[in-house]
C-alpha cells in the first residue's frame, strides 16, 4: 500500500471507533462485513424456473415425505421419531442423514404443518403461480442455508463459509473448479480462525473429500451442478435464489438487464445516477466497455475539476475502475485545484510518476471525503477512495480548518451534531467555530484585495 493512499473503510473505521457518523441503520454495524459488488447475471425467465422447482430432488422428496407422512405424531421438537425417520428415509431412497433437512423444508413451506403434537398437510397446495412458486423456492433455500449454523453438509469447516463459497461460485459463471474452492475454503479459515498447522494440515486433508460431499448435497438441493468441464456451477435456479439472498445481505447483485440501462448515459449521466443512488458500482463497468478509458477519464475529470464532493466522488469510483491507459487526462487533472489531489493519488496506486501528498492534502481529501458522503445515497457512498489521515479523528479534526476546504464548515457541523463521544463534538464545535473566522477572514481578504 502507497504511504499516500488508502480505503474508506479505513477512514470509516476511524470514526466508527469513536461513534460512527453519519448515522448508520440499526442493522449495519462496523463489525458487520462490508457489501460486495458481484458481476451482472443473465437469469432465466420467471416461468422456466418456476417449472423446474418441483423437479429439484429436495423439493420432490419433501412432496413425497408429505404424502408418506399423513398424519403422524412427532416428538417434542416437532420432528420424526427415529424409527418413523428411518422409514421415511427407507421410503424416499435417501440417506436418514438428508430427513431432517426435507422435514424442515416440507414443514417451514407449508406442505406440511404441526399441531397438537402431530404433522398432517398443511395449507400449501403445488398448483401456485409463478410468483408464488418462486417466494416458495426462496423459502426452500432459506432453510437450506440457515441449516449451515446446525451441520448441514456434516463438514464444520464447509458450513463455515458455505455462504462465500456460493458467492465465489455465483461470481464465476463458467464454474469453479473443486480445488480452488477448497483452497478457498482453506485460505479464508485461516484467517478468520487462525487454527495450528497440525491443525491445518488434518483440515487440509480432510477438507476434499467432505467438499464433494458438500457439493453432491447442493446438488440434491438443486443449487448446484457439474459442467461439461468437470467445474462447479450454480444451476439456474441456484443462481436466482443466491442473488436473491446477496440482495437480502444488502449487496449489489445485478442483472444484465438492470446494468444495460446505464451503459449508454453520458459522463455527466452517469455521475449523477451514482449520487443519487439509482445507479451501483456494477453499472460502472458496462459504461466503460461502450468508450476508450481516454475519453471516458477526460469527461469523467472534467466533471469533477467543477463539480461538488459528492460527483468527486462518484468520478473517483469510477476511475478506480481504469488502468495507466487513462493515465493523460487524469495527469491532466493535477492542474484542477480541487482534483490535483486525487489525480496524484491515483497515479501513485498505479506506480506511475505523480506529486507526493503533503499532510494537508491528506486532511483536505479526507473532508472531501466525508463530505461527499453528505451527497451520496445508497451503496454510491461506500465506493470513495480518499488518502488515510494516518491519525486519530480529533486530530483530524484539529486540522480540518487550515486546509481550505469549501465544505470543511458543514463537514464539522455534521460531526458536532451527529456523533455520540463527547470529544469529538466538542472538538468539531471548536474547529467549525475556527474555520468560520478563517473563512469570514479569507472573504475579507479578497473584499480587500479587490478594492
Known amino acids: 500500500m502507497a504511504n499516500n493512499v488508502f480505503d474508506l473503510a479505513e477512514l470509516r473505521k476511524l470514526i466508527d471507533e469513536q461513534a460512527a457518523v453519519p448515522p448508520r441503520p440499526p442493522e449495519e454495524t ?31 422428496d419433501a412432496i413425497r415425505l408429505t404424502n408418506w407422512t399423513g398424519t403422524r405424531e412427532v416428538g417434542p421438537d416437532g420432528h420424526l421419531s427415529p424409527a418413523d425417520a428411518e422409514a421415511a428415509a427407507a421410503h424416499l431412497g435417501v440417506p436418514v442423514s438428508r430427513v431432517p433437512l426435507i422435514w424442515v423444508v416440507a414443514v417451514n413451506t407449508g406442505l406440511l404443518r404441526i399441531l397438537g403434537g402431530k404433522a398432517s398437510r398443511g395449507p400449501l397446495s403445488m398448483q401456485l403461480s409463478v410468483e408464488a412458486t418462486l417466494e416458495f423456492w ?99 435456479l441456484g443462481v436466482w435464489a443466491i442473488r436473491r439472498d446477496l440482495l437480502r445481505e444488502g449487496h449489489d447483485a445485478p442483472t444484465t438487464a438492470e446494468v444495460e440501462v446505464f451503459a449508454d448515459l453520458s459522463a455527466a449521466e452517469l455521475v449523477e445516477a451514482l449520487v443519487k443512488g439509482s445507479a451501483t458500482q456494477s453499472a460502472v463497468a458496462g459504461w466503460l466497455e461502450r468508450r476508450s478509458p481516454e475519453s471516458a477519464a477526460r469527461d469523467l475529470v472534467e466533471i469533477a475539476a467543477t463539480g461538488t464532493a459528492g460527483q468527486r466522488g462518484a468520478v473517483g469510483a469510477i476511475l478506480e475502475e481504469l488502468g495507466p491507459e487513462a493515465e493523460a487526462p487524469v495527469r491532466e487533472a493535477l492542474q484542477h485545484p480541487l482534483t490535483r489531489r486525487y489525480a496524484a493519488s491515483w497515479l501513485h496506486i498505479r506506480d506511475l510518476p505523480a506529486p507526493a501528498l503533503s499532510p494537508e492534502d491528506h486532511t483536505w481529501l479526507a473532508v472531501d471525503s466525508l463530505a461527499a458522503l453528505m451527497h451520496l445515497s445508497g451503496p454510491a457512498a461506500g465506493r470513495i477512495d480518499p488518502p488515510e489521515p494516518g491519525e486519530d479523528l480529533i486530530k483530524l479534526i484539529g486540522d480540518m480548518p487550515g486546509v481550505g476546504h469549501p465544505d470543511t464548515v458543514a463537514v464539522l457541523d455534521m460531526l458536532a451534531s451527529a456523533h455520540d463521544d463527547p470529544a469529538v463534538v466538542k472538538a468539531a464545535r471548536k474547529a467549525a467555530l475556527k474555520a468560520r473566522t478563517l473563512e469570514h477572514a479569507r472573504k475579507h481578504a479578497r473584499k480587500h484585495g479587490h478594492r
Open 138 to 236: 426462496d423459502g426452500v433455500v432459506m432453510d437450506v442455508l440457515d441449516r449451515a449454523d446446525d451441520g448441514l453438509t456434516g463438514s464444520a469447516v464447509v458450513d463455515g463459509h458455505l455462504a462465500e463459497m456460493l458467492a465465489t461460485i455465483y461470481s464465476v459463471r463458467s464454474g469453479v473448479a473443486t480445488a480452488n474452492l477448497a483452497r478457498g475454503i482453506l485460505q479464508s479459515h485461516e484467517v478468520a480462525c487462525a487454527p495450528g498447522p497440525m491443525e491445518m494440515r488434518k483440515i487440509a486433508a480432510s477438507l476434499p473429500g467432505e467438499l464433494l460431499e458438500a457439493l453432491s448435497l447442493l446438488a440434491y438441493c438443486g443449487l448446484v451442478e457439474q459442467t461439461p468441464a468437470g467445474r462447479t456451477a450454480l444451476t439456474p
Open 30 to 60: 462496523p463489525e458487520e462485513r462490508e457489501a460486495l459488488t458481484f458481476p451482472p447475471v443473465a437469469t432465466a425467465p420467471d416461468a422456466e424456473l418456476a417449472a423446474a422447482v418441483p423437479t429439484v430432488p429436495l423439493v420432490a
